[in-house]
């Protein structure tokens, strides 16, 4: 019982990670973009 019990806690920790994850490359994707289209703006 105690092995389930681990595995369900493991496996919500790396959920959570994964979340915060995403949100950080969704905060840079949209720096990028921005960048991307400034430098074809200025060409």
Same mark, same amino acid.
């Given at each position: 019982?105690?092995?389930?019990?681990? $595995? %369900?806690?493991? *496996?919500? $920790? %790396?959920?959570? *990670?994964?979340?915060?994850?995403?949100?950080?490359?969704?905060?840079?994707?949209?720096?990028?973009?921005?960048?991307?289209?400034?430098?074809?703006?200025?060409?």
């Amino acid at each position: 019982m105690s092995g389930i019990l681990m $595995g %369900l806690i493991g *496996y919500a $920790g %790396l959920l959570v *990670y994964e979340l915060i994850v995403l949100v950080r490359c969704k905060k840079k994707t949209a720096m990028f973009c921005g960048m991307s289209t400034l430098a074809e703006d200025a060409a």
